[in-house]
């Protein structure tokens, strides 16, 4: 199945930090969701991209579709601690019946 | 507010028994997905659904079947459970995808099998 890569695998920041993760493909996409999971909850949409070279902003959140649909991009500006959570990309085309394909996740851990 | 409930957030079953996960959703989505989750390794798509008796299978089909017979719940099977089917499991559904692409999760169901 289509493969996505997602980076960091892990972060640890002092609350305040900004914060930046990324998914690439070797597929393309025309949709790509930005997902957050908290401890004992199922994940939740946080950003949705239908265009290339999209910038999306959700509050402290801003994310972009790629140009080359093969990849994006969450930035978290100024973290809080209710940021903690798990972050999932998900990629999300016209073949395969229009599947989500995830990536692993982004464990974020901010310090107060 | 929409809603996905799964039957059971937590169980604990013994190698060979027979698991049933049940996913109820009160938003008339057509489309209906399980997934498994295990640390490191992200969701993973177990079975999806377009509608009422249809069914297709995912990435890891392997050990596990499902049951739609109507458009608010889906059942994921395990017909004879194995310690590596110890994991969390996501039930989630949809509007078809031409409408949009946000999946609604439910909160999860952590079994697992001694």
């Known amino acids: 199945g289509q493969q996505l890569n997602q980076s960091p695998q892990s972060m640890f920041i002092q609350e305040g930090e900004d914060v930046s993760m990324n998914c690439t493909s070797s597929?393309?996409?025309?949709?790509w969701l930005w997902y957050k999971q908290e401890p004992g909850e199922g994940p939740v949409l946080l950003i949705a991209l239908y265009k290339a070279g999209e910038l999306t902003s959700n509050g402290r959140l801003t994310a972009q579709f790629g140009i080359t649909r093969k990849d994006s991009f969450l930035n978290i500006s100024a973290s809080i601690p209710s940021d903690v959570g798990i972050y999932f990309c998900a990629g999300q085309g016209d073949t395969n019946a229009g599947k989500s394909t995830f990536g692993d996740g982004t464990t974020l851990t901010v310090k107060p | 507010d929409v809603k996905v409930t799964q039957s059971s957030r937590y169980l604990v079953k013994r190698t060979g028994e027979k698991v049933f996960l049940e996913c109820v959703q009160d938003m008339d989505h057509e489309n209906m997905f399980w997934y498994r989750q295990d640390p490191g390794l992200g969701l993973r798509l177990i079975y999806f659904?377009?509608?009422?008796?249809?069914?297709e299978k995912g990435d890891i089909p392997e050990g596990y079947s499902v049951s739609r017979e109507k458009k608010e719940r889906f059942s994921l099977i395990l017909e004879s459970a194995s310690t590596n089917q110890t994991s969390m499991y996501l039930c989630?559904?949809?509007?078809?995808?031409?409408?949009?692409?946000?999946?609604?999760f439910g909160e999860g169901s952590r079994l697992t099998v001694l």
């Open positions: 597929s393309i996409f025309n949709t």
């Open positions: 659904s377009y509608d009422v008796k249809m069914k």
């Open positions: 989630a559904s949809r509007r078809p995808v031409i409408v949009t692409g946000e999946l609604f």
